[in-house]
């Protein structure tokens, strides 16, 4: 299963709203996660099984989406959070993710 | 809380045997689905495959022919073992868990160690 994000990079300034999309080749139902990788640090699980916040992640990440087409959203975005995002399909192996969306300072 | 680390060359020669080590703290590996996952230096992330003790593993067909993981229990590690490494096979490998079989994510992760295949 393909997975494809856009938009592949982005520029915005603290306290903005983020959207992501992924959009998968064939339906992955709600079997789709997203994760947080920033250079030299261990990658985190943000979202699970499309829209469930992991376990200490902050409320201002939030997805959603069924199907084929999924959104991440940052809102009020902090320092910490620029940073590669990718979404990760887990219907069918083997798992794949999308190419990733860097996000950066403006 | 679990912690992952992973250890190993950092630089092969082109037909080498890759052989990495992640070591479990937090948490048995006899309770959790252990995988392997890699980022080209273009970002691009590949799930290798992963493993269960006492259970068959599962890879990506693209590494079938070339990736073994295996599991240390009285160590409490796992290994990776890909053979016949390539300039394509740089990467940074990262040591992920998968809590249960109802758990369709990675909720643990390691630091990752940069390969170099070069000659």
């Known amino acids: 299963i393909q997975m494809t994000q856009s938009p592949s990079s982005l520029s915005s300034s603290i306290g903005d709203r983020v959207i992501i999309t992924c959009r998968a080749s064939q339906t992955v139902t709600t079997f789709l996660n997203w994760y947080q990788v920033r250079p030299g640090k261990a990658p985190e699980l943000l979202i699970h099984s499309a829209s469930s916040l992991h376990n200490g992640v902050p409320s201002r990440f939030a997805g959603s989406g069924f199907g084929t087409q999924f959104t991440l959203i940052i809102n009020n975005l902090q320092p910490e959070d620029f940073a590669t995002y990718y979404c990760q399909q887990a219907f069918s192996t083997p798992w794949t993710f999308g190419q990733g969306t860097k996000v950066d300072i403006k | 809380q679990v912690r992952l680390r992973e250890s190993g060359p950092g630089l092969l020669k082109p037909s080498e045997t890759l052989s990495l080590t992640c070591e479990v703290s937090?948490?048995?590996?006899?309770?959790?689905?252990w995988n392997w996952i890699r980022q080209t230096p273009g970002g691009a992330l590949e799930w290798i495959g992963y493993?269960?003790?006492?259970?068959?593993?599962n890879y990506n067909p693209s590494l079938q022919s070339r990736v073994t993981i295996s599991h240390d229990t009285p160590n409490n590690r796992v290994s990776l073992n890909l053979r016949s490494v390539t300039a394509t096979d740089t990467a940074i490998y990262y040591c992920t868990r998968r809590a249960s079989d109802y758990d369709y994510y990675f909720d643990s992760w390691g630091q990752g160690i940069l390969v170099t295949v070069s000659s």
């Open positions: 493993s269960e003790d006492g259970g068959l593993p």
């Open positions: 937090g948490v048995s590996i006899a309770d959790s689905f």
